[in-house]
């Protein structure tokens, strides 16, 4: 079964401050891939999400991500955090095989912004 | 407004008493699904149904039952809970196929404290 592996649990930056998030995944074949957002005491949101074409996506709030397919990766970034930014990331995977719309999450990593 | 609506928000019961956590959607979803949500694990899929009269087991189905009799309610079942079954709950659907367009939408989430 295929995972998704998210490295940093917790990441603690300064407002300004640049952000990469790492999501791994282990599935082999063609992959559709997202990121979602979880703010504290909040339902989950998209952030973004990659199905084809341009490896390099860009979602709400000033969010982007790269996938690399080389890598089995999908690492989200944002080149200065913001307070409001603090909140749970969540990547998650979806095998584009006849797997419908199943999502595997990873375990996500928590970030505080510190203003 | 487009929504999934879970009652309740916060559910304190005691082991052994069965319990129902209800979900619905007003979206025509065919496709829902009930995750858990565990610190440092992520979400994991309990169970999910593609259509009415149609549901299949996620990750972690142990301890819990579902039915989709109608397509707009999902809900989860716990026939006797446990403490290990003390989690956050979430519910969410999409158009069957159109994960691509659309992402999952879920509910604003059900915590439960069994003691």
């Known amino acids: 079964a295929q995972s998704v592996s998210q490295h940093n649990h917790h990441v603690i930056l300064s407002e300004a401050a640049s952000l990469e998030l790492g999501c791994n995944y282990s599935y082999g074949g063609t992959v559709n891939l997202f990121w979602y957002v979880q703010y504290p005491g909040q339902h989950l949101q998209l952030l973004l999400k990659y199905f084809s074409g341009d490896p390099l996506v860009k979602g709400i709030k000033g969010f982007e991500a790269e996938f690399i397919k080389s890598k089995f990766s999908f690492n989200l970034r944002k080149p200065s955090v913001q307070w409001s930014d603090t909140a749970e990331y969540f990547c998650a995977v979806n095998p584009n095989n006849n797997a419908g719309n199943m999502l595997t999450f990873g375990g996500g990593t928590r970030l505080m912004v510190k203003p | 407004e487009a929504q999934v609506t879970q009652n309740p928000r916060y559910l304190i019961t005691v082991t052994g008493k069965k319990l129902t956590v209800t979900c619905s959607q007003n979206?025509?979803?065919?496709?829902m699904s009930w995750y858990r949500q565990d610190p440092g694990l992520g979400l994991r899929q309990i169970y999910y149904?593609?259509?009415?009269?149609?549901?299949d087991k996620g990750d972690v189905p142990e301890g819990y039952k579902v039915s989709r009799k109608e397509k707009r309610n999902f809900p989860l079942i716990l026939e006797s809970p446990s403490p290990n079954q003390t989690s956050l709950y979430f519910c969410?659907?999409?158009?069957?196929?159109?994960?691509?367009?659309?992402?999952?939408?879920f509910g604003s989430g059900t915590r439960l404290t069994v003691v």
């Open positions: 149904s593609m259509n009415v009269e149609v549901t």
């Open positions: 969410a659907s999409s158009p069957a196929g159109a994960l691509a367009n659309y992402g999952y939408t």
């Open positions: 979206m025509n979803h065919e496709y």
